[in-house]
């Protein structure tokens, strides 16, 4: 008997099995094309999905890649009504989706944020990273030109905290505006700007604007209040205009001030323009670029009848020359009843005299007139003997004009000796702040064991320059030590420390950089990676030896950062390592770098296999990355 059945099932599965293994009816092409849309189709629902995510980083990064979903008739309507999402992150990728459509409306949404005063605008300028320079410096203009804007100040001043490589193009584009709200708002960042973490903006601004009366003269402060040995090339920028000739002197004495000998004719020819204490203070500036060629202008310097001041300015530049036309004139001034020349004869006959006036000038040092114990201090200072030390001692202890006892300190910080440091010790704990930066400046440089009860001492104290210059003291003379001293001092220095030492020391601070890099301060580490452009031989080594040796999350995504910012495919291993293995916020940062690993097949296949990821954000980044963002 037949198994009806059992017949029947066998007669379907005879004609099923062929149409299963039968090729489809579909082209290779038609199927390679279906494949190949996969990815994409994923990666616009994963988008989609990811607007509804709980995670405000998540719905900020799913908004911004809805814009590749470009068939979506409802596409404008779900970007405006992100526009209402109470997280500024979320609508920032509403923002950067109308970038990506070449919307308009992103100003509108950028500018309301910028506008809230809830919101630091920091926290809002990143939004126009993706924009190019002009563009987005325009949209800054023409909002702050806004009369209706009221955050004007806010939001130069996040311009310059913030640093953006921008910074001086839209200090220029401001300061070109019609709008006087735009242009006080430039005025008012390049108040801010320092030569030492702005350097580069300062001499974009000197640049295209070093015309500008008001420009030079806010660069010009700028010059005059920097460190000694700070870059100020952008001074030579300046063209201040033929009839503001008090503007061109400014230039000038700043440039001076900063040791640029070319100008050393141009700061006499000022001097002999001026009277009083301005010719004085002309005088000054010459005496650290001055030249043996320009002797007789600084004896013009004489004619008529000058001041006993400007006399001892004079002379002593003549003196620190060498020129020995003098002696005559400075014995009579040095032996005679006028005591106002009497500093004048002091200082010179003790400069060309030398070693041999030595015991003269350390009676001088218990004068009756303040301004010949000066004049002794600098020639004691000048010829730098051990045997100073006592004499300065003993002076110090009787003196009690601060502005002597800092001349008999520098002339004891200048002697190169155990028993000038020894007493140096003692002076650390002086009630002047100046007096005690520069004595813990000389025991730092001495480099004697000595030294180091003052420098322990100054890194207690309630000055913060004076703090400083112990912390070099330690690096200069102490390494066994400076490592503990710097990783202590890393949660107070002040910002540009960081820079001006490695300008300083050069390759050989670069261990200090890797201890700033793993400082609990932003802004450290923000420093110490701007401090690494100016080692160029060291940082990309330095950088990757820190990748391989943290796991915080906010490190590794700066140097991974800075890292692909100087080699790009050259650190495609390590970035591909993070976007596999790693913290959930380093591997979204690395999955978006893959993205710009054009042409790199596994690059896309790891965003590809991402889209199936666990991790809502990973998977959110991925379709964000694959689509193009």
Not at 21 to 32: D, K, N, R
Not at 371 to 377: K, L, S
Not at 519 to 539: C, D, H, V
Not at 555 to 571: A, C, Q, S, T
Request: charged share 30%.
């Amino acid at each position: 008997m037949i198994d009806v059945h059992s017949l029947q099932f066998r007669i379907v599965l005879a004609l099923a099995v062929p149409m299963l293994l039968a090729p489809p009816l579909v082209s290779t092409a038609e199927a390679g094309k279906a494949a190949e849309l996969k990815p994409k189709d994923d990666a616009l629902h994963i988008l989609r999905e990811g607007m509804k995510s709980p995670d405000f980083h998540a719905r900020g990064m799913a908004y911004e890649g809805i814009a590749f979903d470009k068939k979506n008739k409802e596409l404008k309507t779900i970007l405006k009504d992100g526009e209402e999402d109470p997280q500024w992150v979320v609508r920032a990728g509403v923002a950067r989706a109308y970038m990506r459509l070449r919307d308009n409306s992103w100003k509108r949404v950028v500018a309301e944020a910028l506008g809230r005063a809830t919101l630091d605008p920091r926290e809002v300028l990143p939004a126009l990273d993706t924009l190019k320079d002009k563009e987005a410096v325009a949209f800054l203009v023409d909002t702050l030109a806004d009369k209706e804007f009221e955050r004007q100040d806010a939001v130069a001043d996040a311009m310059v905290i913030r640093g953006h490589a921008r910074l001086g193009d839209f200090i220029v584009a401001a300061l070109g505006s019609k709008s006087p709200l735009v242009k006080s708002a430039g005025l008012r960042a390049l108040k801010q700007l320092s030569s030492i973490l702005h350097g580069r903006h300062v001499t974009t601004v000197a640049n295209k604007l070093g015309k500008n009366a008001e420009v030079i003269a806010i660069v010009c402060e700028i010059a005059e209040g920097a460190p000694k040995g700070a870059d100020v090339s952008f001074l030579a920028k300046l063209k201040p205009g033929k009839g503001d000739q008090a503007l061109a002197d400014r230039v000038v004495l700043a440039r001076a001030q900063h040791g640029d000998r070319a100008v050393g004719k141009d700061v006499l020819a000022i001097a002999a323009r001026r009277e009083g204490d301005e010719r004085i203070a002309a005088v000054e500036i010459y005496k650290s670029i001055l030249s043996k060629d320009h002797a007789g202008a600084v004896k013009a310097l004489l004619e008529g009848e000058p001041s006993p001041r400007l006399k001892l300015a004079v002379y002593e530049v003549l003196a620190n020359m060498g020129d020995r036309s003098m002696v005559k004139q400075a014995e009579e001034m040095a032996s005679g009843t006028d005591v106002e020349l009497r500093p004048v004869g002091v200082y010179y006959l003790g400069r060309i005299g030398g070693a041999g006036r030595i015991s003269e000038m350390h009676r001088y040092l218990k004068d009756g007139i303040p301004e010949v114990r000066i004049a002794a201090a600098r020639v004691i200072a000048w010829i730098a003997s051990p045997i100073s030390v006592s004499p300065l001692r003993n002076a110090l202890d009787d003196e009690r004009r601060p502005e002597i006892r800092v001349e008999f300190l520098r002339a004891l910080t200048s002697i190169k000796d155990k028993a000038a440091y020894e007493a140096l010790v003692f002076y650390s704990r002086e009630k002047d702040d100046e007096i005690r930066r520069r004595v813990v400046r000389a025991l730092g440089e001495s480099g004697d064991k000595s030294a180091r009860t003052g420098l322990q001492n100054a890194l207690r104290d309630r000055s913060k320059e004076v703090r400083v210059e112990a912390v070099r003291g330690f690096i200069l003379s102490d390494p066994a030590n400076a490592v503990s001293v710097f990783e202590r001092s890393l949660g107070w220095l002040p910002r540009g420390t960081l820079i001006a030492m490695t300008r300083e020391f050069g390759d050989a601070f670069d261990s200090y950089l890797e201890l700033a890099l793993f400082s609990k301060r932003i802004e450290m580490r923000e420093e110490a990676l701007e401090a690494l452009s100016l080692l160029p031989k060291k940082q990309a080594a330095l950088l990757r030896k820190v990748l391989a040796s943290t796991d915080e999350d906010d490190l590794r995504v700066r140097v991974m950062k800075r890292l692909f910012d100087l080699e790009g495919k050259g650190v495609a291993t390590d970035v591909k390592a993070l976007a596999l293995s790693s913290s959930t916020r380093v591997r979204i940062e690395a999955i978006r770098l893959l993205g710009s690993l054009k042409g790199d097949k596994e690059a896309t296949q790891m965003l590809e296999r991402f889209l199936s990821e666990a991790d809502q954000r990973v998977r959110i980044a991925a379709a964000l990355t694959y689509l193009g963002g």
